[in-house]
């Protein structure tokens, strides 16, 4: 940032630097010194970047000897970045929290999906799983109940012929209630589970 000022206006040649002092509105103030050219005359370019806002502006000037002058007038200076800085510091600003929140819910719709996908393929495969154990089950109860059936058919042929014994008989109702009992459990569980799948 360069500012020209003619705050002083100094003829005498013995003047070679000029200390400018600036004081912003409820802030600190700061000095730089200039060197002066034969006239007096000096541009100054300011060290460091110098905060938007008001400014009072005075300057000094120092002789060879390091006397210095009294201070001249203050003048009020307004300093403020350009409209074009102004908008492009604001989109910066709002880009950097928004392009983050946008890139997180992406990646939240990212995960959310990915993982429904994953328990629904997994769903599907228990499904799949108990379908078949089902079928297997039924399969596999239904050759068992087929054997006590035969069990019991041959223990009832053979009471035809002679008189079953007491345990004979006490072995026919119970294979017939065990056979509808391990029916009943067998039929409640594959509904629980078919029920906890749904």
Same mark, same amino acid.
């Given at each position: 940032?360069?500012?020209?000022?003619?705050?002083?206006?100094?003829?005498?040649?013995?003047?070679?630097?000029?200390?400018?002092?600036?004081?912003?509105?409820?802030?600190?103030?700061?000095?730089?010194?200039?060197?002066?050219?034969?006239?007096?005359?000096?541009?100054?370019?300011?060290?460091?970047?110098?905060?938007?806002?008001?400014?009072?502006?005075?300057?000094?000037?120092?002789?060879?000897?390091?006397?210095?002058?009294?201070?001249?007038?203050?003048?009020?200076?307004?300093?403020?970045?350009?409209?074009?800085?102004?908008?492009?510091?604001?989109?910066?600003?709002?880009?950097?929290?928004?392009?983050?929140?946008?890139?997180?819910?992406?990646?939240?719709?990212?995960?959310?999906?990915?993982?429904?996908?994953?328990?629904?393929?997994?769903?599907?495969?228990? @499904?799949?799983? #108990?379908? *078949?154990?089902?079928?297997? /089950?039924? =399969? $596999?109860?239904?050759?068992? @109940?087929?054997? #006590?059936? *035969?069990?019991?058919?041959? /223990?009832? =042929? $053979?009471?035809?012929?002679?008189?079953?014994?007491?345990? *004979?008989?006490?072995?026919?109702?119970?294979?017939?209630?065990?056979?509808?009992?391990?029916?009943?459990?067998?039929?409640?569980?594959?509904?629980?589970?078919?029920?906890?799948?749904?």
């Amino acid at each position: 940032m360069q500012y020209v000022c003619e705050l002083c206006t100094i003829a005498a040649k013995n003047f070679r630097q000029t200390v400018v002092w600036f004081e912003r509105e409820g802030g600190e103030t700061k000095s730089q010194i200039a060197r002066n050219d034969t006239n007096g005359n000096f541009t100054l370019v300011a060290e460091e970047k110098l905060k938007d806002g008001i400014y009072k502006v005075w300057a000094e000037v120092i002789d060879d000897r390091k006397a210095k002058s009294i201070p001249s007038e203050k003048i009020t200076i307004s300093i403020e970045r350009p409209a074009i800085l102004r908008i492009g510091s604001w989109a910066v600003g709002f880009l950097s929290v928004v392009i983050p929140l946008i890139a997180l819910t992406l990646l939240l719709v990212y995960l959310a999906w990915h993982w429904w996908h994953k328990f629904a393929a997994m769903r599907k495969r228990i @499904k799949k799983e #108990i379908g *078949e154990a089902e079928h297997v /089950l039924h =399969k $596999a109860f239904g050759l068992l @109940k087929e054997a #006590i059936r *035969e069990q019991i058919k041959t /223990l009832e =042929k $053979a009471k035809t012929k002679r008189q079953l014994t007491e345990e *004979e008989e006490k072995i026919i109702k119970q294979l017939k209630k065990d056979l509808d009992d391990a029916e009943k459990f067998v039929r409640k569980e594959i509904e629980d589970i078919e029920k906890a799948v749904k």
